[in-house]
């Protein structure tokens, strides 16, 4: 029989590419979302666009007979989106509206089981104060202390998710993601991450030029290649280990670093302006120990082959839009 699965969030970057995955591995697919995906066409069966915030459309969409339910809407964003404190109501009040009304709708409905996005946000500051040796291990994450209101409100729906488990018998699944990036990911506007912002910068300046840098670039995070987030998001879902499990590459590098690599992709010898902008914590790298035990996999893939492709995309967003500009 066909498998079937519900990806919420599916108009976003990782939904995106999750309902590609799952069409390739034959499962008929309901996508959910604000709006639809805004680079390529959506490949699901079925796209329902629609709020939920709202109880009664989650009820609505919501259904025992799939076989497999992805939560990852969210009001989310980079550094420049979750560290400004400018949208710290709604990214709690929407995040967690979504969570709770999902929850109760799949509950209700007797859903077996969802599989949560959690985020590295929900790990204690003061354990990534020091740029070379940051402790993001799962069970550090106590006594809590995030850095940021989004990292409260993952921290508050990870337990939610857990206590539906243990009140209700659902097989919830949590993971922790560590800054995902990829082609077809926001790469301009405010809510892109720091590997498309630099890949954007980058391909925008000329050789020789310079590129602006928040901070002084010597702050540290590891970057996961979206192909390698589906399978483990995949691997957690159908295991029988519920987590909160961290989902992220372990190869850490400073924001210097990542942004030599993408010059060095482009071809151009670049001067980096550090200039004052929103940072997050000092140092973040993923600690891959638990889900290597529990999975028996961890990401492998290089940060520099991820770049090349994100690289090669966002090159030529950027060319589109000077072509459109100029024709205009
Ligand atoms: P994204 O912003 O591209 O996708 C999230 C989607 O949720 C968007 O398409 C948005 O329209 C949708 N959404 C927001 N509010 C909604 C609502 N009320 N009703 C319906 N849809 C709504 O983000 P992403 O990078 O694809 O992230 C997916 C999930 O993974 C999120 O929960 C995010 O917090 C989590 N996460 C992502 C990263 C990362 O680096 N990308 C890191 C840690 C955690
Ligand atoms: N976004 C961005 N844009 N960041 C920049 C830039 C720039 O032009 N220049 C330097 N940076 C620095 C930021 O100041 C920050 O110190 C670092 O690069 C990483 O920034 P982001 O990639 O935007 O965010 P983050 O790693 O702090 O947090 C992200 O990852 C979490 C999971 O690990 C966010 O996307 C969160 O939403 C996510 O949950």
Same mark, same amino acid.
């Given at each position: 029989?066909?498998?079937?699965?519900?990806?919420?969030?599916?108009?976003?970057?990782?939904?995106?590419?999750?309902?590609?995955?799952?069409?390739?591995?034959?499962?008929?697919?309901?996508?959910?979302?604000?709006?639809?995906?805004?680079?390529?066409?959506?490949?699901?069966?079925?796209?329902?666009?629609?709020?939920?915030?709202?109880?009664?459309?989650?009820?609505?969409?919501?259904?025992?007979?799939?076989?497999?339910?992805?939560?990852?809407?969210?009001?989310?964003?980079?550094?420049?989106?979750?560290?400004?404190?400018?949208?710290?109501?709604?990214?709690?009040?929407?995040?967690?509206?979504?969570?709770?009304?999902?929850?109760?709708?799949?509950?209700?409905?007797?859903?077996?089981?969802?599989?949560?996005?959690?985020?590295?946000?929900?790990?204690?500051?003061?354990?990534?104060?020091?740029?070379?040796?940051?402790?993001?291990?799962?069970?550090?994450?106590?006594?809590?202390?995030?850095?940021?209101?989004?990292?409260?409100?993952?921290?508050?729906?990870?337990?939610?998710?857990?206590?539906?488990?243990?009140?209700?018998?659902?097989?919830? !699944?949590?993971?922790?993601?560590?800054?995902?990036?990829?082609? *077809?990911?926001?790469?301009? $506007?405010? =809510? &892109?991450? +720091?590997? /498309?912002?630099?890949?954007?910068?980058?391909?925008?300046?000329?050789?020789?030029?310079?590129?602006?840098?928040?901070?002084?670039?010597?702050?540290?995070?590891?970057?996961?290649?979206?192909?390698?987030?589906?399978?483990?998001?995949?691997?957690?879902?159908?295991?029988?280990?519920?987590?909160?499990?961290?989902?992220?590459?372990?190869?850490?590098?400073?924001?210097?670093?990542?942004?030599?690599?993408?010059?060095?992709?482009?071809?151009?010898?670049?001067h980096k302006k550090h200039i004052p902008g929103p940072l997050g914590v000092r140092g973040r790298n993923s600690d891959n120990r638990l889900i290597g035990q529990k999975l028996s996999w961890k990401?492998?893939?290089?940060? !520099?082959?991820?770049?090349?492709?994100?690289?090669?995309?966002? *090159?030529?967003?950027?060319? $589109?839009? =000077? &072509?459109? +500009?100029? /024709?205009?």
């Amino acid at each position: 029989m066909t498998k079937t699965a519900l990806v919420c969030g599916a108009g976003g970057f990782i939904g995106g590419h999750l309902v590609k995955r799952l069409k390739r591995e034959g499962f008929w697919v309901r996508g959910v979302d604000l709006k639809f995906p805004p680079f390529v066409e959506t490949e699901a069966d079925d796209f329902a666009v629609g709020d939920l915030r709202d109880q009664y459309f989650c009820r609505q969409i919501a259904d025992r007979r799939f076989d497999e339910v992805y939560q990852l809407a969210a009001d989310m964003g980079g550094a420049g989106y979750i560290f400004t404190g400018e949208h710290d109501a709604d990214v709690m009040h929407n995040s967690a509206t979504i969570n709770l009304n999902m929850l109760d709708a799949c509950q209700k409905r007797n859903v077996r089981g969802m599989f949560y996005s959690s985020s590295a946000c929900m790990y204690p500051e003061h354990n990534q104060m020091d740029p070379n040796n940051p402790n993001c291990a799962e069970d550090s994450a106590y006594p809590a202390n995030p850095d940021s209101e989004y990292g409260w409100e993952k921290l508050f729906s990870e337990r939610l998710y857990l206590a539906y488990n243990r009140n209700y018998g659902m097989r919830n !699944r949590v993971a922790r993601y560590h800054n995902i990036f990829g082609p *077809e990911g926001t790469w301009d $506007g405010g =809510k &892109e991450k +720091a590997p /498309a912002a630099v890949c954007r910068k980058v391909a925008q300046a000329t050789n020789g030029g310079e590129v602006e840098i928040w901070g002084d670039g010597t702050q540290t995070r590891s970057f996961l290649y979206i192909d390698e987030c589906l399978e483990g998001t995949i691997r957690l879902t159908r295991s029988d280990f519920e987590g909160p499990v961290n989902v992220g590459s372990e190869e850490m590098v400073t924001i210097n670093q990542l942004v030599d690599i993408a010059a060095d992709i482009a071809g151009k010898k670049l001067h980096k302006k550090h200039i004052p902008g929103p940072l997050g914590v000092r140092g973040r790298n993923s600690d891959n120990r638990l889900i290597g035990q529990k999975l028996s996999w961890k990401p492998t893939a290089t940060l !520099r082959s991820g770049l090349e492709k994100t690289y090669e995309w966002i *090159e030529r967003q950027v060319r $589109g839009n =000077k &072509e459109r +500009a100029k /024709a205009a």
